[in-house]
């Protein structure tokens, strides 16, 4: 088995950050949808503007809003202004992975949808 990259949206702005509430990345449904991220699936959060990395779980924000939020601990290692990437991976066998390509979501300056390359083979 090899571990994939199975979806990503790419260079999101952060809108806010909450250490107060319990965890997770809120994310606009309508981003999680087009990346096909589901709602409390693991992702891992990487911040370029400060080099942070994290793991936490995706939760959904209200659709069209543009809403990304880091929440509880992960909101420690962002700030609102900041570009951050989000990943999910899946195992797959080998024949799968060589053949994966996986879903790619690039969005403007106020996270909305600008481009995106869907999985052909998943």
Known sequence: MRIML???LHRLRLTGADPDYEGSIAID???LRAADILENEM???WN???GERLETYAISAPAGSGEVALNGAA???GSPGDIIIV???APMDE???RRHVPRIVHVDDRNRIREQALSAAS
Do not use: G, S
């Open 75 to 77: 909101a420690l290692r």
């Open 29 to 31: 449904t309508n981003l």
């Open 87 to 89: 990943a999910a991976f």
């Open 48 to 50: 370029v503007t400060n």
């Open 43 to 45: 992702v891992h959060v």
């Open 6 to 8: 199975r979806a990503k």
């Open 95 to 97: 024949a799968r992975a």
